[in-house]
Nanobody, 121 residues
Framework: QVQLVESGGGLVQAGGSLRLSCKAS????????MGWFRHAPGKQRELVAS???????KYADNVKGRFTISEDNAKATVYLQMNSLKPEDTAVYYC???????????????WGQGTQVTVGS
């Protein structure tokens, strides 16, 4: 099993920044994709960004240029740097791990508990 723990959420004003962290433990497979999803009330769960074991990154169109996903393999940690935050970024953010690149949450067997990000206007 893989265990994922998110941290770094909080309350910020519009235009501010946050950095989310996802610490992985347990069985770490050599081929993987790490994704950051977010789920706001009344909206569908959305893949925000992903990074695979080769370092390839992908972003949703509405966060591209503002968010950056990165990883520290030595610390088994994935980060999501969020800049120029907007009120519409408010959501619970989840870290998830899958075995191949996909936008479908069903393709990610392992999930963290989520961390709340709230952006004031």
């Amino acid at each position: 099993q893989v265990q994922l723990v998110e941290s770094g959420g909080g309350l910020v004003q519009a235009g501010g920044s946050l950095r989310l962290s996802c610490k992985a433990s347990g069985s770490i497979f050599s081929i993987y994709v790490m994704g950051w999803f977010r789920h706001a009330p009344g909206k569908q769960r959305e893949l925000v960004a992903s990074i695979d074991n080769t370092g390839r990154t992908k972003y949703a169109d509405n966060v591209k240029g503002r968010f950056t996903i990165s990883e520290d393999n030595a610390k088994a940690t994935v980060y999501l740097q969020m800049n120029s935050l907007k009120p519409e970024d408010t959501a619970v953010y989840y870290c998830a791990r899958g075995s191949w690149d996909s936008r479908n949450p069903n393709d990610y067997p392992y999930w963290g508990q989520g961390t709340q990000v709230t952006v004031g206007s």
